[in-house]
């Protein structure tokens, strides 16, 4: 494929650089802010996803013996469960820089174009959301990811010439929620296609008492638990529970988090034990109370609870999916009799309560 090209997309790199920031590692070192100071950048403080990262270990060192680059990788699963962490790690262990962005901020042939020319060899492109790509931006992509060059026309009609631009060996990781939005020839060209997986309570536990240990938080192994159970097995969310509860335990108590503290202060955040929030639980209350039970169309329960799609979809349904609380049909979403035991539901009662309107 050509890509029409003018001077500017290359004059412009810089700038470019600039408005989409691309983050090198020692943008992304402490102090930055929460999310990045709390970051694992090695294998060894990374927590969980061991059957990913046992394959990642042996990907790196294989790469390494060879002295290539490592073959493209693509992360797939719900946010919030370490997608871009695990991208800085493989910089770190690679021993190269990363340059980050999303698939959102490369809207125009030349924000690809840009970054890709910018790249030194060896080096991680790390791009978010990698579904959301445009069909320009994904075709300026396979040529460079294939073979390492970019297929260029300048000019105009008459004019026109076509330049082909090599490029540094590089390594692209791309990151998605929605691995079946992406299209077939993308997802072909990634030698590693890797599913994060919800972490246990465990996990979280440790995540919780790490996370604790650098933000200089007390907190004892059942308060870690008892925030671990109520975190939808999602670091993003343990990181930010441990927080609201250190938060609370320092207002009202002595700052020392113990389970009971914890479950208090969850509690008030209406965090039920389950992990589910507000939004979670009108969803399912939603759909028994006004679409008996379901099967009800995603668009529908957006507009009523005054939510866009893709939140829902992202957000909040992964959890519930996985947790068994909600169904996915193909006329629509349904709740499961354990999300009707969930909200202390009997499902036939309702059922026949609903009947009798
Ligand atoms: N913080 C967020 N994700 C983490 C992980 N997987 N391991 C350790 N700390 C984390």
């Known amino acids: 494929m050509s890509i029409i090209a003018d001077d500017n997309d290359f004059k412009n790199t810089?700038?470019?650089?600039?408005?989409?920031?691309?983050?090198?590692?020692?943008?992304?070192?402490?102090?930055?802010?929460?999310?990045?100071?709390?970051?694992?950048?090695?294998?060894?403080?990374?927590?969980?996803?061991?059957?990913?990262?046992?394959?990642?270990?042996?990907?790196?060192?294989?790469?390494?013996k060879r002295e290539l680059p490592l073959d493209h990788l693509l992360f797939y699963g719900p946010p919030g469960l370490g997608k871009t962490t695990l991208a800085g790690?493989?910089?770190?262990?690679?021993?190269?820089?990363?340059?980050?962005?999303?698939a959102p901020a490369l809207e125009r042939p030349r924000d690809i174009i840009g970054i890709l020319m910018s790249l030194q060899g060896g080096e991680i492109l790390f791009i978010d959301e990698i579904h959301r790509l445009n069909k320009v931006a994904e075709e300026i992509l396979y040529p460079a990811m294939e073979d390492f060059y970019l297929d260029m026309t300048t000019g105009k009609s008459q004019t026109v010439k076509t330049l082909r631009v090599p490029l540094p060996k590089f390594t692209l990781i791309g990151a998605t929620t929605k691995a079946g939005e992406l299209s077939g020839p993308l997802r072909d060209r990634f030698g590693i296609i890797h599913r994060l997986e919800f972490y246990t309570h465990d996990e979280?536990?440790?995540?919780?008492?790490?996370?604790?240990?650098?933000?200089?938080?007390?907190?004892?192994?059942?308060?870690?638990?008892?925030?671990?159970?109520?975190?939808?097995?999602?670091?993003?969310?343990?990181?930010?529970?441990?927080?609201?509860?250190?938060?609370?335990?320092?207002?009202?108590?002595?700052?020392?988090?113990?389970?009971?503290?914890?479950?208090?202060?969850?509690?008030t955040l209406q965090i039920d034990n389950f992990g589910l929030d507000t939004t979670d639980r009108n969803l399912l209350k939603l759909i028994i109370e006004k679409y008996d039970g379901g099967p009800v169309g995603i668009e529908t329960i957006a507009a009523a609870l005054g939510e866009?799609?893709?939140?829902?979809?992202?957000?909040?349904?992964?959890?519930l999916l996985q947790a068994g609380l909600l169904q996915r049909t193909p006329r629509g979403r349904k709740v499961s009799p354990a999300g009707y035991r969930h909200l202390g539901l009997n499902i036939q009662a309702e059922m026949s309560q609903q009947s009798l309107f």
Not at 26 to 54: C, H, M, V, W
Not at 308 to 319: A, G, I, N, Q, S
């Open 14 to 64: 810089t700038i470019r650089e600039k408005k989409n920031p691309v983050t090198k590692p020692e943008i992304l070192e402490p102090d930055k802010n929460f999310e990045n100071t709390i970051r694992p950048k090695t294998f060894d403080t990374y927590i969980g996803q061991s059957a990913l990262k046992d394959t990642l270990k042996i990907t790196i060192e294989a790469a390494k």
């Open 89 to 102: 790690v493989i910089a770190q262990e690679m021993g190269v820089d990363i340059k980050i962005t999303s």
């Open 204 to 267: 979280l536990s440790q995540v919780i008492k790490r996370t604790a240990e650098i933000l200089n938080i007390e907190i004892d192994s059942d308060g870690a638990y008892a925030i671990a159970k109520r975190s939808r097995g999602t670091p993003r969310i343990a990181n930010r529970l441990i927080k609201r509860v250190s938060d609370y335990a320092l207002v009202k108590y002595n700052g020392k988090i113990n389970s009971k503290i914890a479950n208090e202060s969850l509690d």
């Open 308 to 319: 866009d799609v893709r939140t829902l979809e992202d957000v909040c349904e992964p959890f």
